[in-house]
C-alpha cells in the first residue's frame, strides 16, 4: 500500500486532413501511405497498452473540419466484451484495432470533400483531449496517480491563426502536468514546438516516413520518468519571438499596448487594435522647465557660483561667505511663482548649516592635511597619512607591473623574430 | 457636515443590510425532498449552483471593459498577534501562508506580465518583505519567512503606515500601470500616527484601487477605504472562503474610470530576447541573482572570512536570455533590464493575458432530459444521458451549439479558456480568428 498506483494516460491526436502531402500516394510507387501511417499508429496504441495493465489510451482524429474522439467508441463497455480472442491476440488489442478502424471509417466517410486552403485545426483537438484528461482526472480513484501525455502526429504545416488557441492550450497542459509530444511527418512546426518547450514534451520530425513506426516506438513510447535514462533527440532551440501586429515580422524590441497588449514595431500614436490614442513618448514636460529656471536664477544671483544652491541641498556642505547671498535666490523664487515650500526649505537649511559650520568643512589642501578652519581632528589624521602611502604604493606597483608587461612582450617579439629568422 | 451626510447617504445606497437585521432565515426549507423522497438531488443540486456561482458572477460583468493589464500589486500582510487565532484552521497564518502560496503562483500564471510587493505590518510598524517584481519564488519565501513564522506575528498591525508603505512603491510607476492594494487583514484595530483619511485621498488622487479581505469581521474604516478607491471588501467566513475571495484578485479589474482614459493608454517599450543555446553564446553571469551573491560576500567580508560567494544560485554559464538592447544576461523571464531598464519578456507571455481580454462567453444551461442534443459531452465523451442526479444539466456554447458537461464548462472557463467546441469546427473557428 506504500507505493501510489501509477497509470499513464496517451491520448493520440491523429491527423487524418487528406490534404497532407506526405499522406497523399505517390503512383508510381508501391504500398498506401495513409494505411501504413494508420497501422504505425495502432501497434503503437497497443504496445502502450501492453507496457502496463493499467494504462489508458484515447484517440483523437483531427481535420479541417472537426475533432472526434475514435477510441474509444461511444459505447465502451459492451463492445469490450463482445470482442473475441481472434488468432491468439489478446482481446483488448483486437477491440483496439476494430474500434479505431471502424470510427476512422465512418469519420473518413462522412467527410466533406477536401479543401487544400484549410488547415488541421489541431488546437480544438487538444482542448478536447485536455478535456477528457481532466475527466481522467477527476473520476480516477483515490491513491491513484495519472500521468497524462499528448502526442500528437501530423504532417500539416502550421500557421499562426491558432496561435492564441494554441498558446491557450499549451499553458494549460503545463498547468495539468499534461506533456505534449510531437512527432511531424513532413514540416517545421515552429508553433509547436513552443508547446513542447512548454509542456515539457519531445518534438521530433522525422526523417523518413517509412520508418514511423520505429521512430514512435523509440522516442514517444517510453514514458516521461524513464526519459530522462534515455538519450533522445535533443531539445530544439525555440525563438520565442514576438511578431508585430502591424507587418508580422519577428522583432527584438517592440512597443506593446497598455490596454490591450497588441504588439506593433515602431511607434504609432494610436494603436490599430483597441483605437487607444497614447501619449507621444518624450522627456517629461517638468523637467526642462524646471533646469531653465534655475539657470536664471543662478546666473541672476551670483554668476561666479554656479551649481551651489544644489549643492547645498544636496551634499549638506556649508560653504562659508555664501549665506548671506542665500536671500536672493528667495526673492527669485518668489518672483518666479515658485512654491513657497521650496523657500521655507532653502531658509530652514540655511539656518541648521550655519549651526554646523565647521564641521562639514571639506579642504582640498594638496597633502591632505585638514585646513586651518577645521576643529580638531586627531582621529581622522591617523587614517590619512596612511592613503596618501597607499597611493603611492598603489601607483609604484601600477608602474612596475606596466614595465614589466612591456618587458614580457618585448621579449615575446624577440623570440618570435628569431624563430623566423631560423627557419 | 455635508460630509457625513454624504457618507451616511452613500451608506444608505449599498443597500446592504446586516444579517441580524434581516429577516429570520429558513435554511433548511431550501432543501426538497423529491418525488421518491430522496434528498440527494437537492443537495447535488445546491452543489453545482455553488460551483457555477462565480461563473455566473463572471458572466455577469462580461462586456467591453478596459481592463487593466499591467497590474501591479502590493500585497499587505497583517502580521499582528491577531494572526494567531485559532478559527481559521490550524491557525489563521499557517491557512493564510499557504493560501497566499496559491494566490500568488497563480497571480503570475494568470497575469505573467504583472508585477507584485509584499509588505507586512506589525508591532505598530510596516516593512516592506518584498519589492516590486516578477518572480514569484522571491515572494512566496518573503511571505513564508514572515507570516509562517508564530513567533513573528506579534503587536497591532498600522493600516496607516502600511498603506503609505505601498503608497510610496506604486506612486512612481507610469500612468498606464494599474495600481492595486490588497489588503489582509486579521486584526480588528489599527494604530496609527496619524490620521487615515488623509491616507485614503491620497490614495484615492494617485489612483490606486486598494481591496481588503477581512478575516475577523467587518471594519467601517476599510469599507471606507475600499469605497473610496473604488477597490472590494469583504470578509472570509472560512478558509473556503478566503481562497475563493484571493482568487477574485487573480483576474484584472477594469481600470479605474476616475482617471482620464486617454492618459491611461500608453505604448510601453518592450524587448524580446530569444534564448541563446549554450553552444554559440558566451560566458556570462546573469543579473538576476547577481545580488542574492553580493549580499553573500558581504556578510562574508564581515565575518573575516574570503568572501566566497554563496554559491549555487550565480554560476558563470553560457546561454540564457539577452537584453536585445544592452545584451545583459537574464536567466528567466519576464523580467526587468536591470541595466536599461527595458522590460524582457516572452511573446508566449503577452499570449497568456490575452484571454482576459478575450474570454469565452459563458454557456448557457439546459436540462439534461432534453433530447435533442447530442448523448456525450462533446470535449470528454461523458455520457450526459445515464449520469446520476448530480447532473440534470448540461451546458450548451452559443456559438457552436456543442454540448458540455459541468466539470468541462468549469475546466474550459477556469483553465482552458478555449471551447473546444469552437476551435474544432472551420465555421466558428473563422469567425474567432477574423
Known amino acids: ?423 | 457636515m455635508s460630509d457625513a451626510a454624504a457618507a451616511a447617504a452613500a451608506e444608505e445606497e449599498d443597500g446592504k443590510e446586516y444579517r441580524w437585521e434581516t429577516g429570520y432565515e429558513k435554511t433548511w426549507e431550501a432543501i426538497r425532498e423529491d418525488e421518491d423522497g430522496m434528498l440527494e438531488g437537492a443537495v447535488a443540486e445546491m452543489v453545482q449552483r455553488a460551483k457555477r456561482r462565480r461563473l455566473a458572477a463572471l458572466s455577469a460583468s462580461a462586456g467591453h471593459v478596459r481592463l487593466g493589464m499591467m497590474r501591479h500589486v502590493c500585497l499587505v500582510v497583517d502580521c499582528s498577534d491577531a494572526m494567531l487565532d485559532q478559527d481559521l484552521k490550524p491557525t489563521r497564518h499557517i491557512c493564510a501562508t499557504k493560501l497566499l502560496e496559491g494566490f500568488i503562483d497563480e497571480f503570475f500564471d494568470q497575469n505573467p506580465i504583472g508585477q507584485l510587493g509584499v509588505v507586512v505590518t506589525r508591532n505598530k510598524r510596516a516593512e516592506q518583505a518584498s519589492v516590486l517584481g516578477g518572480n514569484a519564488q522571491k515572494h512566496v519565501a518573503a511571505v513564508r519567512a514572515h507570516l509562517a513564522r508564530p513567533e513573528y506575528c506579534s503587536g497591532e498591525p498600522s493600516l496607516q503606515n502600511a498603506l503609505q508603505l505601498a503608497l510610496a512603491s506604486l506612486r512612481t510607476l507610469p500612468p498606464h500601470a494599474s495600481r492595486e492594494v490588497v489588503v489582509l487583514l486579521a486584526s480588528l484595530t489599527t494604530c496609527d500616527p496619524g490620521d487615515i483619511t488623509a491616507t485614503i485621498q491620497s490614495l484615492k488622487e494617485s489612483g490606486v484601487r486598494v481591496s481588503v479581505i477581512g478575516v475577523a469581521a467587518e471594519v467601517r474604516v476599510c469599507t471606507q477605504l475600499c469605497r473610496e478607491t473604488g477597490g472590494s471588501y469583504s470578509v472570509a467566513l472560512d478558509d473556503r472562503h478566503l481562497r475563493d475571495l484571493l482568487k477574485e484578485h487573480v483576474l484584472p479589474p477594469p481600470a479605474l474610470t476616475s482617471r482620464a482614459a486617454a492618459d491611461e493608454a500608453a505604448l510601453v517599450k518592450m524587448g524580446f530576447p530569444h534564448s541563446t543555446g549554450a553552444q554559440q553564446a558566451h560566458l556570462s553571469i546573469c543579473l538576476c541573482h547577481l545580488d542574492s551573491s553580493g549580499g553573500g560576500e558581504v556578510t562574508g567580508g564581515a565575518n573575516g572570512g574570503s568572501g566566497a560567494a554563496d554559491g549555487g544560485d550565480c554560476k558563470l554559464r553560457a546561454g540564457g536570455y539577452f537584453c536585445p538592447q544592452c545584451r545583459s544576461n537574464y536567466c528567466q523571464l519576464p523580467a526587468e533590464c536591470r541595466v536599461c531598464g527595458l522590460t524582457l519578456i516572452s511573446a508566449p507571455h503577452l499570449a497568456r493575458s490575452y484571454h482576459h481580454l478575450f474570454p469565452v462567453r459563458a454557456f448557457t444551461q439546459l436540462p439534461a432530459a432534453e433530447r435533442h442534443h447530442s448523448s456525450a459531452c462533446f470535449a470528454c465523451r461523458k455520457s450526459l444521458v445515464t449520469s446520476a442526479a448530480a447532473d440534470k444539466f448540461v451546458y450548451e456554447c452559443e456559438k457552436c451549439h456543442q454540448v458540455f458537461c459541468l466539470d468541462c464548462d468549469l475546466f474550459i472557463h477556469d483553465t482552458l479558456h478555449t471551447c473546444p467546441g469552437c476551435t474544432v469546427d472551420q465555421r466558428t473557428f473563422q469567425q474567432l480568428s477574423s
Not at chain 1, 483523437?60 to 467508441?73: K, L, R
Not at chain 1, 489478446?90 to 477491440?95: I, P, V
Not at chain 1, 482542448?127 to 502526429?153: D, F, H, T, W
Not at chain 1, 521655507?344 to 585638514?370: K, Y
Request: with cysteine; charged share 20%; net charge neutral.
Open chain 1, 1 to 423: 500500500m506504500a507505493d501510489t498506483i501509477e497509470t499513464s494516460l496517451l491520448v493520440i491526436v491523429f491527423d487524418i486532413n487528406p490534404t497532407q502531402r506526405i499522406l497523399i500516394n505517390e503512383p508510381h510507387k508501391e504500398g498506401q501511405k495513409f494505411t501504413h501511417c494508420v497501422d504505425a499508429v495502432t501497434a503503437f496504441a497497443n504496445s502502450h497498452l501492453m507496457l502496463k495493465p493499467r494504462n489508458k489510451l484515447a484517440v483523437i482524429t483531427s481535420d479541417a473540419e472537426t475533432s472526434q474522439f475514435i477510441y474509444p467508441g461511444s459505447d465502451e463497455g459492451e463492445s469490450l466484451l463482445s470482442a473475441r480472442q481472434r488468432d491468439g491476440q489478446y482481446e483488448l488489442f483486437t477491440h483496439v484495432e476494430r474500434t479505431i478502424r471502424g470510427n476512422l471509417q465512418s469519420v473518413i466517410m462522412s467527410s466533406k470533400p477536401p479543401d487544400p486552403t484549410k488547415e488541421t485545426l489541431l488546437a480544438g483537438a487538444f482542448a478536447m483531449a485536455l478535456c477528457y484528461i481532466n475527466r481522467q482526472e477527476i473520476e480516477k480513484p483515490v491513491g491513484e496517480k495519472l500521468n497524462s501525455r499528448i502526442l500528437a502526429i501530423t504532417g500539416s504545416s502550421d500557421s499562426a491563426s491558432q496561435y492564441m488557441n494554441y498558446m491557450n492550450v499549451f499553458f494549460t497542459a503545463q498547468k495539468q502536468n499534461v506533456i505534449i509530444d510531437i512527432c511531424s511527418l513532413d514540416h517545421d512546426l515552429g508553433l509547436l514546438q513552443q508547446g513542447c518547450d512548454i509542456s515539457g514534451g519531445l518534438y521530433l520530425r522525422i526523417p523518413q516516413f517509412q520508418g514511423l513506426l520505429q521512430y514512435l516506438l523509440w522516442v514517444f513510447l517510453p514514458e516521461p520518468p524513464i526519459r530522462k535514462k534515455l538519450l533522445l533527440p535533443p531539445p530544439v532551440k525555440v525563438d520565442y519571438r514576438a511578431s508585430c501586429f502591424c507587418h508580422r515580422q519577428l522583432i527584438d524590441i517592440g512597443y506593446v499596448c497598455s490596454v490591450c497588449l497588441s504588439i506593433f514595431c515602431r511607434f504609432s500614436p494610436i494603436c490599430t487594435t483597441c483605437h487607444a490614442v497614447f501619449k507621444t513618448p518624450g522627456p517629461l514636460p517638468t523637467k526642462p522647465k524646471k533646469k531653465k529656471q534655475k539657470l536664471g536664477l543662478e546666473i541672476v544671483s551670483r554668476p561666479e557660483g554656479k551649481d551651489e544652491l544644489q549643492r547645498l541641498e544636496i551634499l549638506d556642505i556649508n560653504w562659508e561667505g555664501h549665506s548671506p547671498a542665500i536671500s536672493d535666490p528667495v526673492k527669485m523664487y518668489h518672483r518666479q511663482n515658485m512654491s513657497l515650500a521650496i523657500a521655507f526649505v532653502a531658509i530652514i537649511l540655511c539656518f541648521h548649516m550655519m549651526e554646523n559650520i565647521v564641521n562639514g568643512q571639506v579642504t582640498f589642501s594638496r597633502d591632505w592635511t585638514p585646513g586651518k578652519r577645521a576643529g580638531y581632528m586627531a582621529d581622522n589624521e591617523c587614517s590619512i597619512k596612511p592613503v596618501s602611502s597607499l597611493c603611492q604604493m598603489l601607483l609604484n606597483e601600477i608602474r612596475v607591473f606596466a614595465s614589466c608587461e612591456a618587458r614580457s612582450i618585448s621579449n615575446y617579439i624577440q623570440q618570435k623574430t628569431s624563430d623566423q629568422n631560423r627557419r
